[in-house]
């Protein structure tokens, strides 16, 4: 295992994660999230900004430990997409169904648009996971 590695992909996803989720919620797609999603008289104003660095940072290190055991040292961008979807589908889209299934606070318009969104995110994460990878991998 190259530790230097592992470093530069885990902050690589931290930081992709960290500025596509402000991005999203935020910027793009905010307002519809304040319209269509129950917890609005229940969210934390302000949020605890450590919940969100804590959470990314070991998904990061999460991700950037199994790709390289994933995709057996092939370092493609699809490869990357491909993992990346495949962690959204077991942690992005799981959890939204099970939290539209639980918990009424989340409209299927929701449901749809953050799943959509989340798997997105992953393979976008997963291809700079394999970018990392990639660059830092000495040629043979």
């Known amino acids: 295992m190259n530790y230097k590695q592992l470093l530069f992909a885990t902050l690589g996803a931290f930081v992709t994660f960290f500025v596509l989720n402000f991005l999203w919620y935020q910027f793009v797609m905010g ?7 129950g917890l609005n ?8 900004m450590g919940g969100f660095m ?9 991700m950037a430990y199994m790709f390289p055991k994933w995709s057996r040292g092939y370092y493609s961008l699809k490869q990357g997409a ?19 299934s639980i ?6 318009k929701v449901l749809i648009v953050d799943s959509l969104y989340g798997l997105a995110m992953m393979a976008i ?5 394999a970018l990392i ?6 040629a043979s």
């Not at 008289?41 to 605890?48: H, M, V």
């Not at 990878?133 to 000495?138: F, L, V, W």
């Open 31 to 37: 307002s519809f999230y304040e319209a269509n999603y």
């Open 41 to 48: 008289s229940s969210i934390r104003t302000p949020p605890l």
């Open 54 to 62: 804590i959470s990314y940072l070991i998904s990061g290190l999460v």
């Open 82 to 100: 491909i993992f990346g979807l495949l962690a959204g589908a077991l942690a992005n889209l799981s959890m939204n169904i099970q939290t539209f």
């Open 103 to 108: 918990l009424d606070v989340m409209t299927p």
């Open 125 to 129: 994460v997963g291809i700079v996971i």
């Open 133 to 138: 990878y990639q660059k830092m991998t000495p």
